[in-house]
């Protein structure tokens, strides 16, 4: 059973372009979480999506950041027009399902986009 | 909010010594999760060891402990004979028992075994 898969695992866009980070779960699981990691600092939490809904996106920028879980496929986290200080490692953790048995999910390796 | 802080940002060890690394955290919640990730350099994070915040007995896994105490809404980590392999960045972590139960992360330590 593969854990989860995020590519590419380095990205690298000049800014004004767009950056496509990709992840797909772990097999079984419907939930999807983003995660920003700035140099130096924690992972901070983005969105949570779950098969083709948005059900938190209350650490999304406002603009230029949009995220899908789409019924097919993997998740995809889209920012448009980079900008250096959107330069980090993104980072995609996958559960089963939510509620008093399921914590500690699992993480991907990370996207590390560079912006220059 | 909940947050969640780690006061040291740089700790070194001799091998086959002990550690402890703290972690303080803030919220109004009782029923939640605690937990401590490892990041080597690879940048994979790595679960350590979890708490529920209900359970009063600390948790263990192998040499990793951890000292819950929810009056003081503290949560260190112990490393007993730590190892080369150690290395790492340690985050420790929050979850709410309900809700999107997303992690709120301190903001690391970074933990150097030395040979």
């Known amino acids: 059973n593969a854990g989860v898969m995020q590519n590419p695992r380095h990205l690298v866009r000049r800014r004004g372009q767009e950056a496509r980070l990709r992840c797909s779960p772990m097999k079984g699981h419907s939930h999807v979480y983003w995660y920003r990691q700035l140099p130096e600092e924690g992972l901070k939490f983005m969105v949570y999506l779950q098969k083709e809904n948005i059900i938190d996106e209350s650490g999304m920028p406002k603009e230029r950041f949009s995220a899908e879980f789409p019924k097919e496929g993997p998740s995809i986290l889209r920012i448009q027009q980079v900008v250096r200080g959107d330069s980090a490692a993104y980072f995609c953790?996958?559960?089963?399902?939510?509620?008093?048995?399921?914590?500690?999910?699992?993480f991907g390796s990370g996207t590390r986009l560079t912006v220059v | 909010a909940q947050t969640v802080t780690q006061s040291q940002p740089e700790m070194s060890v001799q091998e086959a010594e002990t550690v402890t690394l703290s972690c303080t955290y803030d919220?109004?919640?009782?029923?939640?999760?605690l937990f401590w990730y490892k990041q080597p350099p690879s940048r994979q994070m790595i679960l350590v060891i979890r708490q529920e915040a209900y359970k009063q007995q600390n948790a263990t896994e192998n040499r990793f402990s951890v000292n819950f105490q929810k009056a003081a809404k503290s949560f260190s980590l112990k490393i007993s004979d730590s190892q080369l392999g150690d290395t790492a960045m340690y985050f420790c972590a929050f979850m709410n028992f309900q809700g999107a139960q997303k992690l709120v992360f301190g903001q690391g330590t970074r933990l150097t075994i030395n040979p």
């Open positions: 953790a996958s559960s089963p399902r939510t509620g008093v048995a399921n914590y500690g999910y699992t």
């Open positions: 919220t109004s919640e009782n029923n939640y999760y």
